[in-house]
């Protein structure tokens, strides 16, 4: 299906994903999580619901997601109308892999007196399943908005839930999922880059387990600890995430330091997202070519999903398009 990468030597990739992006009128959105040079190329970078909701707002034919696949899927149920391509199909997510359709509606089964609410990083099918979908800033504003008393399922990300049932008193029954990033922090070698950092503050993003939070100074989503790092005024800043988010930092506080938070190994290579890894500029200019691999979606699975979608937005006071939806590539 795809031309081997050892045949696309010779071309000149930016300038010609900037032809067919033109050719396709196609939008091309970056995750944070993705490598410097698609982040540079792409019109949007940003968090994945925000990427969607801008992808959404424009009047482009095309959506290139470079992410990976649950984050192509919501582009596909907020814009069925558009073609969503991903550069690798392959590219999936250690928390989707986590909660299997099939099992998560048996546990609902099990549990029919809790409402589920679940963490957008969740194939299609799962928010199907879901009463409302949040992200990780928004989810406290929506359970604020829930009585004391509702039983409630929090699903796939145990280490989110459990930093969500401590922040709000609240006890979730938590589905046993797992980023692997986030997880490949070491408390020790933390304490020992704080040690050689006195001072610095840490961001942290709350997919990360308890003892890693216990150290943060800043606890939020993707572009809530961008945002820390860039209004902090520490000039070096540890950051527990997955590293490449710290190209935009460094793109937009080039005065700063800003060091990824170490793996088990003392140094940040573990804590690389190896699907998000899976996509680069070769396959981007290749799914523009060819105009696959595509996200396609049932109708009744996407309206499915699309209910708790809505719900979450409704809550959270945002419309598809509107609020703060991503940061313009450059």
Not at 163 to 172: A, C, E, V, Y
Not at 246 to 256: D, L, N, T, W
Request: charged share 25%; hydrophobic share 40%; with cysteine.
């Amino acid at each position: 299906m795809n031309a081997p990468v050892q045949s696309l030597r010779g071309l000149d990739l930016k300038s010609e994903i900037d032809r067919l992006r033109k050719e396709r009128n196609a939008v091309i959105l970056a995750h944070y999580y993705q490598t410097p040079d698609i982040q540079d190329i792409a019109d949007f970078v940003g968090d994945s619901l925000d990427l969607s909701a801008k992808a959404a707002a424009t009047d482009a034919d095309v959506i290139a997601f470079c992410g990976v696949r649950f984050m192509a899927e919501v582009a596909k149920i907020l814009s069925p109308q558009k073609t969503v391509i991903l550069p690798d199909m392959a590219a999936g997510c250690s928390l989707e892999d986590s909660c299997p359709p099939e099992q998560f509606a048996q546990f609902r089964a099990a549990h029919p007196d809790h409402i589920a609410l679940t963490y957008i990083n969740c194939s299609a099918a799962v928010k199907a399943h879901s009463d409302i979908i949040v992200t990780s800033s928004s989810a406290e504003k929506i359970l604020a908005q829930l009585p004391m008393d509702q039983k409630i399922i929090f699903a796939p990300d145990k280490n989110l839930g459990a930093w969500f049932n401590r922040k709000t008193g609240r006890d979730m029954l938590l589905w046993p999922g797992a980023c692997i990033v986030h997880e490949a922090f070491s408390e020790t070698e933390l304490l020992k880059l704080k040690q050689r950092y006195p001072g610095a503050p840490v961001a942290a993003h709350p997919e990360c387990p308890a003892f890693i939070l216990d150290h943060a100074d800043e606890v939020g989503s993707t572009r809530a600890i961008l945002d820390f790092a860039l209004r902090s005024p520490a000039q070096t800043i540890i950051v527990a995430t997955e590293p490449h988010i710290i190209h935009q930092m460094e793109k937009a506080a080039p005065h700063k330091t800003f060091i990824g938070a170490p793996g088990a190994d003392g140094n940040c290579n573990c804590n690389m997202c190896p699907y998000m890894a899976m996509n680069t500029m070769e396959k981007l200019y290749v799914a523009l070519r060819d105009m696959e691999p595509q996200i396609e979606l049932d109708e009744a699975t996407r309206l499915a999903a699309k209910k708790p979608l809505d719900r979450m937005l409704e809550m959270a006071g945002r419309t598809v398009g509107q609020g703060d939806v991503g940061r313009p590539a450059g």
